[in-house]
């Protein structure tokens, strides 16, 4: 199957932001579905067995609503099959472009697309960073993993951009000393910053008055961690610029951005259909539940209902902003990212961030909770000046008071906190069997 149909219809939408109806979009959008379910059961093994089990038509799908009708498809799903199930009889699987999840849990994905899905997949985040004030001719500073070509990558389109001057964008290795980061930011000047929440609240600390003046951002855009309150207030101050959130994943690429009016999520409707679903069933909106996932655009190995891992709270079928797109109320973190409580309660991470943000915001530079045994965390914070005895009291009788009595609790001042190595910074993580750091 084509996705030129894709490429159609971003044209249009990266020309001039057209005003689309909520319609118009539910009707592309149920097109192209229709067309991704007949492709992956006429085509790719596991969906064919899938379908053929549960005595599924592909034909009863015709819009978003019937996917419920679908079994949920789980990482665990996918890695115990042949890997040649996963992929279309109708492409070469040495010629397809593999892309690895970050595989925090010690068990990565490789996801299989075609160069042309790719670059559809690009044109989708284009779109989304458009819509948070990119413009053309705008200098960019991406910060994080520069890796290098994949094979027979040859960039063309983007060298050709950036030599006229499009949507330029210096790339900056995250791995290097936080001193090196900020001179090189100073150097680009650039009018867009993106990186992880967690590095660009470090280098939001090292700025003086003069970088200020030299580096002065119209917005900056986050993804891959949560970006918490802790962050955006250090980020904000510090670059002296507004600072946006983007939800995006390996095995989707974008999948929404925040809407700068509403503070939710406006979803990539387009390019991905994202249900927030409990027991596989639909949740309403308000409610929380697994972010799963129907990618419109992959061909070469289709994900449908592919739960990703996430937990969000669903939001309204249109953003109250006047966009059309659907909305998240909020990312709440991964579905194995809690605090596992002696008592056999748990405690998911944003009612960490929660507890501890307005005993931290001015003193601390970052901060992770480690659960070490079901009964004992260690709070570890790397402190951007002394922290005031009566802070510290008080932090310490809200975290008793939040994992009760039989939690024993330390608040430990380290010097750093060491990054996954996948660049990730963990707000939680967990040496608890079976269990994994918030956003990993």
């Known amino acids: 199957m084509s996705s030129w149909p894709g490429y159609r219809w971003l044209l249009k939408e990266l020309s001039g932001f057209p005003v689309r109806t909520r319609e118009e979009l539910e009707s592309y959008q149920a097109r192209s579905l229709r067309r991704l379910i007949l492709h992956a059961y006429q085509t790719v093994p596991y969906y064919q067995r899938l ?22 498809t789980t990482k665990d799903d996918l890695r115990s099959q042949n890997p040649l199930d996963l992929v279309s009889s109708r492409e070469d699987p040495a010629k397809l472009l593999k892309v690895g999840t970050s595989g925090l849990t010690g068990e990565p994905l490789v996801v299989n697309r075609t160069w042309r899905e790719q670059r559809l997949l690009n044109g989708f985040l284009l779109r989304a960073n458009r819509r948070h004030g990119l413009r053309v001719r705008d200098r960019m500073a991406s910060i994080g993993f520069v890796r290098p070509p994949y094979p027979g990558e040859r960039k063309t389109l983007g060298k050709v951009l950036r030599r006229s001057g499009v949507f330029r964008n210096e790339r900056i290795h995250m791995a290097l000393e936080l001193e090196e980061i900020r001179a090189k930011i100073r150097e680009a000047r650039p009018d867009v910053i993106t990186g992880y929440p967690s590095l660009l609240s470090r280098v939001a600390g090292l700025l003086t008055e003069e970088d200020r003046r ?46 700068k009016n509403t503070g939710e999520m406006h979803l990539s409707d387009d390019s991905v259909i994202v249900e927030v679903a409990r027991d596989g069933q639909p949740v309403s909106p308000g409610e929380e539940g697994e972010v799963v996932g129907t990618a419109l655009h992959s061909y070469a190995t289709p994900l449908i209902r592919y739960s990703i891992g996430d937990v969000a709270i669903k939001g309204s079928d249109r953003c109250c902003c006047g966009d059309p797109f659907s909305t998240i109320r909020s990312l709440r973190g991964r579905v194995t990212a809690y605090v596992k409580l002696p008592n056999g309660g748990d405690i998911h991470e944003p009612f960490l961030d929660e507890a501890v943000f307005d005993k931290v915001h001015d003193w601390v530079n970052q901060y992770q909770f480690v659960q070490e045994r079901l009964d004992r965390i260690v709070l570890h914070i790397v402190p951007d000046s002394p922290p005031p005895p009566k802070r510290l009291e008080s932090l310490q009788l809200a975290l008793t008071s939040l994992f009760g009595p039989e939690m024993d609790l330390e608040i430990r001042l380290v010097k750093q906190i060491e990054a996954h190595p996948s660049g990730k910074q963990l707000v939680l993580r967990s040496c608890l069997e079976g269990a994994h750091g918030a956003y990993d």
């Open 51 to 72: 379908f053929d089990e549960h005595g599924l038509d592909p034909r009863d799908i015709r819009s978003a609503g019937d996917l419920a009708i679908i079994p949920v």
């Open 214 to 259: 030299a580096i002065r951002p119209r917005f900056l855009l986050t993804g891959a961690e949560a970006l918490t309150p802790h962050y955006r207030e250090r980020i904000t101050e510090g670059f002296g610029a507004p600072v946006f959130d983007v939800y995006s994943s390996f095995e989707f690429h974008v999948m929404g951005w925040e809407c």
